[in-house]
Protein backbone atom coordinates (compact mmCIF):
# COMPACT_ATOMS: atom_id res chain seq x y z
CA UNK A 1 0.00 0.00 0.00
CA UNK A 2 1.16 3.67 -0.34
CA UNK A 3 1.65 5.15 3.10
CA UNK A 4 -0.19 8.49 3.22
CA UNK A 5 -0.02 11.53 6.38
CA UNK A 6 -3.43 12.89 7.32
CA UNK A 7 -3.36 16.63 8.14
CA UNK A 8 -6.87 16.74 10.41
CA UNK A 9 -6.01 20.82 11.23
CA UNK A 10 -5.66 21.47 7.71
CA UNK A 11 -8.01 19.03 6.30
CA UNK A 12 -5.60 17.67 3.86
CA UNK A 13 -3.89 14.12 2.70
CA UNK A 14 -0.31 14.28 1.59
CA UNK A 15 0.87 10.65 0.28
CA UNK A 16 4.58 9.83 0.73
CA UNK A 17 6.78 9.12 -1.78
CA UNK A 18 4.63 10.85 -4.56
CA UNK A 19 2.63 7.61 -4.83
CA UNK A 20 -1.18 7.52 -4.08
CA UNK A 21 -4.11 9.84 -5.53
CA UNK A 22 -2.65 12.77 -7.39
CA UNK A 23 -4.54 16.28 -8.15
CA UNK A 24 -5.42 15.01 -11.26
CA UNK A 25 -7.14 11.53 -10.14
CA UNK A 26 -9.18 13.89 -8.09
CA UNK A 27 -10.19 16.28 -10.55
CA UNK A 28 -12.32 12.77 -11.77
CA UNK A 29 -14.10 12.41 -9.13
CA UNK A 30 -17.69 14.50 -9.44
CA UNK A 31 -19.19 14.23 -6.01
CA UNK A 32 -19.46 17.33 -4.25
CA UNK A 33 -21.39 18.68 -1.05
CA UNK A 34 -24.75 19.02 -2.26
CA UNK A 35 -24.97 15.31 -3.24
CA UNK A 36 -23.18 13.29 -0.30
CA UNK A 37 -25.00 13.21 2.26
CA UNK A 38 -24.58 15.50 5.98
CA UNK A 39 -22.09 15.00 8.20
CA UNK A 40 -20.16 12.45 5.62
CA UNK A 41 -16.51 13.88 4.46
CA UNK A 42 -14.78 12.78 1.50
CA UNK A 43 -12.00 13.90 -0.99
CA UNK A 44 -13.07 15.28 -4.48
CA UNK A 45 -11.82 17.54 -7.34
CA UNK A 46 -8.99 19.42 -8.01
CA UNK A 47 -8.16 20.56 -4.01
CA UNK A 48 -6.45 17.50 -1.47
CA UNK A 49 -8.88 19.42 1.42
CA UNK A 50 -11.11 17.04 3.38
CA UNK A 51 -14.93 18.03 2.47
CA UNK A 52 -18.32 17.68 4.10
CA UNK A 53 -21.41 16.80 2.46
CA UNK A 54 -24.87 18.76 2.96
CA UNK A 55 -27.35 16.10 1.69
CA UNK A 56 -30.80 15.98 3.31
CA UNK A 57 -29.26 18.97 5.81
CA UNK A 58 -32.60 20.11 6.73
CA UNK A 59 -35.00 18.22 8.32
CA UNK A 60 -37.40 15.65 5.72
CA UNK A 61 -40.50 13.79 6.80
CA UNK A 62 -40.28 10.96 4.61
CA UNK A 63 -41.34 7.71 6.61
CA UNK A 64 -42.11 4.51 5.57
CA UNK A 65 -46.07 5.26 5.83
CA UNK A 66 -46.52 8.01 4.25
CA UNK A 67 -45.11 7.70 0.65
CA UNK A 68 -47.10 4.97 -1.64
CA UNK A 69 -46.71 1.28 -0.82
CA UNK A 70 -43.23 -0.11 -2.90
CA UNK A 71 -42.04 3.76 -3.65
CA UNK A 72 -38.68 3.91 -2.45
CA UNK A 73 -37.50 7.24 -1.36
CA UNK A 74 -34.53 8.52 0.99
CA UNK A 75 -34.75 9.44 4.58
CA UNK A 76 -33.22 11.40 6.86
CA UNK A 77 -30.79 9.55 7.73
CA UNK A 78 -29.68 8.58 4.58
CA UNK A 79 -31.63 5.63 4.61
CA UNK A 80 -33.38 3.68 1.96
CA UNK A 81 -37.01 3.09 2.62
CA UNK A 82 -39.88 1.39 1.21
CA UNK A 83 -43.55 2.96 1.41
CA UNK A 84 -46.70 0.95 3.01
CA UNK A 85 -48.89 3.83 2.26
CA UNK A 86 -50.41 3.51 5.57
CA UNK A 87 -50.46 7.10 6.29
CA UNK A 88 -51.66 8.21 2.71
CA UNK A 89 -55.14 8.94 1.40
CA UNK A 90 -57.71 6.51 2.10
CA UNK A 91 -61.10 5.68 1.21
CA UNK A 92 -64.18 3.30 2.00
CA UNK A 93 -67.13 2.72 0.29
CA UNK A 94 -70.28 1.16 1.62
CA UNK A 95 -73.70 0.01 -0.32
CA UNK A 96 -76.91 1.38 0.88
CA UNK A 97 -80.38 0.57 0.84
CA UNK A 98 -83.39 1.50 2.19
CA UNK A 99 -87.25 1.62 2.28
CA UNK A 100 -90.32 3.55 3.66
CA UNK A 101 -90.51 0.24 6.23
CA UNK A 102 -86.47 1.38 7.46
CA UNK A 103 -87.70 5.04 9.21
CA UNK A 104 -85.90 4.51 11.99
CA UNK A 105 -82.85 2.33 11.71
CA UNK A 106 -79.04 2.99 11.39
CA UNK A 107 -76.23 1.39 11.04
CA UNK A 108 -72.58 2.51 12.55
CA UNK A 109 -69.70 2.39 9.70
CA UNK A 110 -65.85 2.18 11.59
CA UNK A 111 -62.77 2.94 9.43
CA UNK A 112 -59.16 2.11 10.08
CA UNK A 113 -58.27 5.65 9.56
CA UNK A 114 -58.67 9.07 10.26
CA UNK A 115 -61.68 10.67 8.49
CA UNK A 116 -61.72 14.03 6.29
CA UNK A 117 -64.92 13.70 4.30
CA UNK A 118 -67.62 11.61 3.03
CA UNK A 119 -69.95 11.91 0.16
CA UNK A 120 -73.30 10.29 -1.68
CA UNK A 121 -73.32 8.85 -4.49
CA UNK A 122 -76.65 8.52 -5.83
CA UNK A 123 -77.77 6.28 -8.39
CA UNK A 124 -81.13 5.58 -10.47
CA UNK A 125 -84.17 4.65 -8.35
CA UNK A 126 -85.65 2.94 -10.98
CA UNK A 127 -89.60 2.51 -11.91
CA UNK A 128 -91.07 6.29 -11.68
CA UNK A 129 -88.72 7.74 -9.49
CA UNK A 130 -85.25 8.75 -9.15
CA UNK A 131 -82.39 10.12 -6.21
CA UNK A 132 -82.26 13.42 -5.85
CA UNK A 133 -79.39 15.69 -3.80
CA UNK A 134 -81.75 18.52 -3.12
CA UNK A 135 -83.43 17.13 -0.09
CA UNK A 136 -85.94 20.34 0.61
CA UNK A 137 -88.21 18.66 3.54
CA UNK A 138 -88.68 19.74 7.11
CA UNK A 139 -86.70 16.63 8.48
CA UNK A 140 -83.48 17.51 7.03
CA UNK A 141 -83.62 21.56 8.07
CA UNK A 142 -80.48 22.62 8.65
CA UNK A 143 -78.50 19.74 7.60
CA UNK A 144 -75.90 20.24 4.42
CA UNK A 145 -76.90 18.32 1.13
CA UNK A 146 -74.56 15.36 0.35
CA UNK A 147 -71.28 16.17 2.10
CA UNK A 148 -69.40 16.12 4.79
CA UNK A 149 -66.06 17.89 4.72
CA UNK A 150 -64.01 20.17 7.11
CA UNK A 151 -65.75 20.62 10.28
CA UNK A 152 -68.96 19.39 8.75
CA UNK A 153 -70.36 17.00 10.86
CA UNK A 154 -73.89 15.84 9.42
CA UNK A 155 -75.08 15.45 5.76
CA UNK A 156 -78.87 14.37 4.38
CA UNK A 157 -80.03 13.35 1.27
CA UNK A 158 -83.09 11.64 -0.25
CA UNK A 159 -84.83 9.60 -2.80
CA UNK A 160 -87.94 10.93 -3.93
CA UNK A 161 -90.45 10.23 -6.81
CA UNK A 162 -91.35 13.08 -9.12
CA UNK A 163 -94.42 11.62 -10.87
CA UNK A 164 -97.55 14.01 -10.83
CA UNK A 165 -99.63 10.84 -8.72
CA UNK A 166 -96.95 10.57 -6.06
CA UNK A 167 -94.81 12.12 -3.37
CA UNK A 168 -93.08 9.51 -1.93
CA UNK A 169 -89.27 9.82 -0.29
CA UNK A 170 -86.64 8.05 1.46
CA UNK A 171 -84.72 10.60 3.74
CA UNK A 172 -81.21 9.74 5.35
CA UNK A 173 -78.87 11.46 7.17
CA UNK A 174 -75.45 10.47 7.82
CA UNK A 175 -73.80 11.53 11.43
CA UNK A 176 -69.88 11.76 11.67
CA UNK A 177 -69.68 10.66 15.48
CA UNK A 178 -65.96 11.10 15.88
CA UNK A 179 -62.78 10.61 13.70
CA UNK A 180 -63.19 6.99 12.33
CA UNK A 181 -66.96 6.40 12.45
CA UNK A 182 -70.00 7.85 10.41
CA UNK A 183 -73.72 6.64 11.55
CA UNK A 184 -76.15 6.32 8.93
CA UNK A 185 -79.51 6.61 9.68
CA UNK A 186 -82.90 6.51 7.72
CA UNK A 187 -84.59 9.12 9.10
CA UNK A 188 -87.99 10.05 6.85
CA UNK A 189 -90.08 8.55 4.71
CA UNK A 190 -93.58 8.78 2.80
CA UNK A 191 -95.55 6.48 0.30
CA UNK A 192 -97.67 8.66 -0.07
CA UNK A 193 -98.97 8.31 -3.66
CA UNK A 194 -96.75 5.15 -4.02
CA UNK A 195 -93.36 4.03 -2.68
CA UNK A 196 -89.62 4.90 -3.13
CA UNK A 197 -86.82 3.04 -2.69
CA UNK A 198 -83.15 4.38 -1.32
CA UNK A 199 -80.15 3.15 -3.45
CA UNK A 200 -76.91 4.92 -2.81
CA UNK A 201 -72.74 4.62 -1.97
CA UNK A 202 -71.50 6.19 0.86
CA UNK A 203 -67.62 7.07 0.18
CA UNK A 204 -66.10 8.02 3.30
CA UNK A 205 -62.46 9.49 2.55
CA UNK A 206 -59.38 10.33 5.03
CA UNK A 207 -55.66 9.35 6.04
Known amino acids: GVAAVVDTEGKRINFKGGGGVGAADLALATATEATVFSGKTFYAGESKELRTGTALSQAVSVTANNIPPGVT ?62 KGFTWASGIPDGSIIGDQTQMAICARSFTRTSSAYVGVIATKINDNQIKVECASASSTGGSAYFGAALYIFGV
Do not use: C, P
Not at 115 to 133: K, Q, S
Open 73 to 134: AYNQAGQVITGNGSGVFKYMKISLTFRESNVGDSNIYSTDFKILAAIFEVGTGGGDGYHTMN
